[in-house]
């Protein structure tokens, strides 16, 4: 708190006739219950209500309302080269894409950045077999998860007319951070993938149409949403392989980038290792942090960056109007205190205050 001169160490005394916004929720005579307890119930109740539309929203919409009215779908055979999937996931400005085996006809789950990390792990272990690496077809890559010994992906899916609130449980449970949306074709009765929801459709989804998101005013420090322990963090000096462990073994999509002071000055996400690897050449994964982020393309949508007083009204309104993916919690003078990212909002709108058992392990 300020202090004037010559009063040093006091609060500056109450002006006459002076009123500051707060006096008239104060109540009088000393037998009234305290104000701060009547103002935090308020706030308490109206987040639950602010939940609880969400909630009811996300029942009564479908997969399918999430959709734009028109958009394309980019389906890989899962027989194409894995460097050719890249140059057709980079011309085309997209981070995954829905595989269809033509020896079966039939949908072959969903590859995500998630399968290009473990090849990545793969040649790290085996760099002396990087001419067979360049030969591997997409469906090499459930191979590649047995070889480094991770668990393959489970591919969840759900039908696009199911409820969003389904496909968000789905989706938490499975940990995936999209999914795809498979209808069945009437004539051939086969599996037909029509479009992939993502955790960050669903949530802007959520702020265009829910007003009540304006409810959720208790701030992140009292909810305790995002990640404050046991974070993982890179310098602009580490390499690049060294963040890319960290993403694979901790399961997370991006690590905060500090200097030598905590600041932070940058985040590493997973998305950014598609430019790296661009057309099969694994060469850049050499380059440390610093120079690996200078390739990033120019339409990247910035870093966020939010204080633990911050609400979830206020972040709504940002994912409302912004691509953003997970914010960046600081402190006044930008030293890293945390991560929230869209799992964590997610997780937060769909189970606070539902059952244990509910929730995912
Ligand atoms: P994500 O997959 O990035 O949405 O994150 C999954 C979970 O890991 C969330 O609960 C995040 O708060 C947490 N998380 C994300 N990034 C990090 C990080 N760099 N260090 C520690 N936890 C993280």
Not at 171 to 185: C, F, G, T
Not at 221 to 248: C, P
Not at 254 to 261: A, T
């Amino acid at each position: 708190m300020a202090s004037l001169p010559g009063n040093p160490g006091h609060e500056t005394p109450a002006q006459e006739g002076f009123v500051q916004p707060s006096s008239y929720l104060r109540p009088r005579g000393q037998s009234q219950p305290m104000p701060h307890v009547e103002l935090e119930s308020a706030i308490e109740r109206d987040q639950r209500i602010g939940l609880q539309r969400i909630r009811d929203f996300l029942k009564v919409r479908t997969s399918y309302d999430v959709l734009p009215l028109s958009f394309r779908l980019i389906i890989f055979d899962t027989s194409l080269l894995v460097k050719k999937s890249l140059t057709i996931l980079i011309q085309n400005g997209i981070v995954s894409a829905p595989l269809w085996d033509s020896n079966t006809s039939s949908f072959a789950g969903l590859l995500t950045t998630s399968d290009y990390l473990n090849l990545i792990q793969y040649y790290w272990q085996n760099p002396e077999q990087v001419t067979r690496i360049d030969q591997f077809r997409l469906n090499s890559l459930r191979e590649v998860e047995k070889a480094i010994g991770v668990q393959p992906l489970e591919t969840v899916s759900i039908h696009p007319q199911r409820p969003l609130y389904e496909a968000c449980r789905r989706m938490l449970e499975s940990r995936a951070r999209r999914m795809p949306l498979v209808d069945i074709d009437d004539e051939t009765k086969r599996a037909m993938v029509v479009s992939v929801v993502t955790q960050y459709r669903i949530l802007k989804f959520v702020a265009v149409n829910v007003s009540e998101t304006q409810l959720l005013r208790k701030p992140l420090k009292q909810l305790k949403l995002g990640t404050y322990k046991n974070l993982e963090t890179a310098k602009m000096e580490s390499s690049v392989f060294d963040v890319i462990h960290k993403l694979v073994n901790h399961s997370i999509s991006s690590v905060p980038i500090l200097n030598s002071d905590g600041v932070v000055t940058n985040v590493f996400e997973a998305v950014d290792v598609i430019t790296l690897i661009k057309g099969g050449v694994y060469d850049d994964l050499n380059l440390n942090v610093g120079e690996a982020l200078q390739k990033r393309s120019e339409d990247f949508p910035g870093i966020y960056t939010c204080s633990i007083d911050d609400r979830l009204d206020t972040i709504f309104d940002t994912i409302r109007k912004s691509r953003v993916h997970r914010l960046v919690v600081v402190d006044e003078d930008n030293r890293l205190i945390g991560i929230l990212t869209l799992s964590d909002i997610l997780e937060y709108i769909l189970l606070e205050g539902e059952g244990d058992d509910d929730k995912p392990d």
